[in-house]
């Protein structure tokens, strides 16, 4: 029986399709939510009338606010001032 030759690396070609198989998964499992899916909205919908008037709807409403990029907003259009 012939020796066999074993390649010592995987062919660039090879390389890249694993490559872009480990990336297409890595972006599958990172994907956001469509927040535009009627049951995304439904569910959200649910959630915000869990706490609507409980103590931890001011907390989440104040963290929100803390977090908000808001640096950038033109304030005239938001409050319709102008």
């Known amino acids: 029986m012939p020796d066999q030759a074993v390649p010592d690396r995987v062919d660039e070609d090879e ?7 480990m990336k297409a998964r890595l972006v599958e ?9 009627a049951e995304f909205q439904a569910e959200a919908r649910r959630q915000a009338a869990l706490l609507r008037g409980a103590p931890e709807e001011a907390e989440a ?3 929100i606010e803390a ?9 005239d ?5 102008e």
């Open 15 to 21: 390389n890249r399709r694993l490559w872009r198989e």
């Open 29 to 37: 499992r990172l994907a956001l939510p469509d927040t535009s899916g």
């Open 61 to 63: 409403l104040d963290f």
């Open 67 to 75: 977090m908000m990029d808001t640096d950038d907003w033109d304030w």
């Open 77 to 81: 259009a938001v409050t319709g001032d």
